[in-house]
């Protein structure tokens, strides 16, 4: 943030954040940048063995180590917004910037998921924002703080073979713009982010359903293609810079611009579009075909070495670079037929 706008935390001179979901991908790269804007920053995961992981990388070159730190946590359990809160306080003073960025993404076709997908969905990408945001709207109400909502296009356009996914995208999207309504006379800004996509590594860490080879080849594909992904790091930057400026709004990606554009000119057309792109993803496969569930990293190994990996090369590097699970490789390299 900028210099006059830097508030006293306990004579530091420095804002707090936190950001959820910061063990890796964007948002590490979200408390990469608000590390070098000067704000102290905790991040929370709930693997501890990323999350040593990322606080290692956010420490390296900083000269302060303590300005950042880490607990790891579910951000979906009971208590979890109190712990965050307790810890910011006890660290920090108080909170100045909230970034709810945790998710998680399950790709497939939606006759393959069941009603639990749905509410995981929308418990990790709605409720548990929501808990924290409440539990943190006294620290941002006297900081006059500022609140960052990572949604998706997804959260405006219901993608095909991401429906819990998208669902609970909508929910975070339609909070977060009901909290920018009811929280700008109290002096705390709300900006709701809705990404394309990005190269972040998350196909790696996505969970596929159904023909899990075929649903993790599109996925892997579009999300490491310059063209239809775009660079995580520079996301990362476009996103800090609208919460500085207060921005209500940002969608990231030219392709996600055109099509909220197109969306919300021709909601019909755009449907129908989608309708289409739907007919070229896999189709349910027979029973027993691949497991119910694969991560990533898992259904990855069902290609050989070769064409694939030069279509997600960039997303791999990306995935190397920002903590993401490492693709298992048996010994001698090879990965499966």
């Known amino acids: 943030m ?11 001179g420095r804002r707090a954040a936190l950001v959820t979901g910061a063990s890796r991908g964007l ?8 590390l070098g804007r000067g704000c102290d920053v905790l991040i929370c995961g709930r693997d501890r063995e990323d999350l040593s992981a990322a606080l290692a990388l956010l420490r ?21 917004a109190i712990r965050l809160l307790d810890e910011v306080h006890d660290r920090f003073g108080g909170l100045d910037i909230l970034v709810n960025n945790a998710g998680t993404i399950q790709v497939g076709p939606v006759d393959t998921m069941d009603e ?4 995981d969905a929308v418990e990790t990408l709605c409720f548990a924002p929501l808990r924290l945001t409440l539990a943190a709207l006294p620290d941002l109400r006297a900081a006059r703080g500022r609140l960052v909502n990572i949604t998706s296009i997804g959260g405006r356009v219901a993608v095909p073979h991401l429906l819990p996914y998208s669902v609970g995208k909508f929910a975070a999207t339609g909070l977060s713009q009901g909290l920018r309504a009811e929280l700008a006379e109290q002096g705390v800004s709300v900006t709701t982010v809705l990404p394309g996509l ?9 969970r596929f359903r159904g023909d899990t080879r075929r649903e993790y080849a599109w996925f892997a594909a579009a ?9 995580a790091e520079r996301a990362a930057r476009s996103i800090i810079d609208a919460a500085a400026g207060r921005r209500p709004e940002l969608v990231l990606t030219l392709a996600a611009k055109a099509f909220v554009r197109l969306h919300g000119l021709a909601p019909a057309t755009a449907v129908r579009a989608l309708s289409q792109v739907d007919r070229l993803l896999p189709a349910v496969p027979d029973p027993g075909h691949s497991p119910l569930e694969q991560p990533g990293v898992e259904a990855r190994l069902q290609f050989g070495t070769g064409f694939m990996d030069r279509l997600t ?11 993401q699970t490492p693709p298992f490789r048996p010994a001698g390299g090879d990965r499966g037929a």
Request: include cysteine; hydrophobic fraction near 40%; aromatic fraction near 2%.
């Open 223 to 231: 999300a490491s293609l310059p063209g239809l992904s775009m660079s």
């Open 313 to 323: 090369v960039l997303g791999d590097r990306a995935a190397a670079r920002l903590n």
């Open 60 to 80: 390296d070159g900083v000269t302060e180590p303590d300005r950042v730190a880490a607990l790891a946590c579910d951000v979906t359990s009971p208590d979890a």
């Open 2 to 12: 900028s210099t006059d706008e830097v508030s006293a935390r306990q004579g530091r």
């Open 198 to 206: 990005m190269r972040t590594g998350s196909h790696q860490a996505a």
């Open 27 to 34: 948002g590490l790269l979200i408390a990469r940048e608000l």
């Open 116 to 119: 639990q997908a749905f509410h």
